[in-house]
Nanobody, 124 residues
Framework: QVQLVESGGGLVQAGGSLGLSCATS????????MGWFRQAPGKEREFVAS????????IYADSVKGRFTIFRDIAKSTLYLQMNSVKPEDTAVYYC?????????????????WGQGTQVTVSS
């Protein structure tokens, strides 16, 4: 089992920045691909970013490309999402996910473990 705990959410003004963290425990963090997803009220959960187990493969949703950065610290077993130039449409609950596949990807079914989520609200 892998336990995932997100932190860092909150209220931010449009154009500002916010950093999310996902602390992991339970299994070897470096063996897992990791991802960030988000879900806005009344909408389906959508892909934000993914990083492979090695860190060599990173993919982003078009909506966040150039603004968000996903990275991981193996020593701290922690995943991060740096969010810059945020927009009101970035408002959602953000979820951290871990997958036993080493490559990761943009589909929820590619991930086996999920955190409880952290709320991000962007004011206009």
């Amino acid at each position: 089992q892998v336990q995932l705990v997100e932190s860092g959410g909150g209220l931010v003004q449009a154009g500002g920045s916010l950093g999310l963290s996902c602390a992991t425990s339970g299994r070897t963090f470096s063996n897992y691909a990791m991802g960030w997803f988000r879900q806005a009220p009344g909408k389906e959960r959508e892909f934000v970013a993914s990083i492979s187990a090695s860190g060599s493969r990173v993919i982003y949703a078009d909506s966040v490309k150039g603004r968000f950065t996903i990275f991981r610290d193996i020593a701290k077993s922690t995943l991060y999402l740096q969010m810059n130039s945020v927009k009101p449409e970035d408002t959602a609950v953000y979820y951290c996910a871990g997958g036993r596949s080493s490559l990761g990807g943009s589909l929820t079914r590619q991930y086996d473990y999920w955190g409880q989520g952290t709320q991000v609200t962007v004011s206009s």
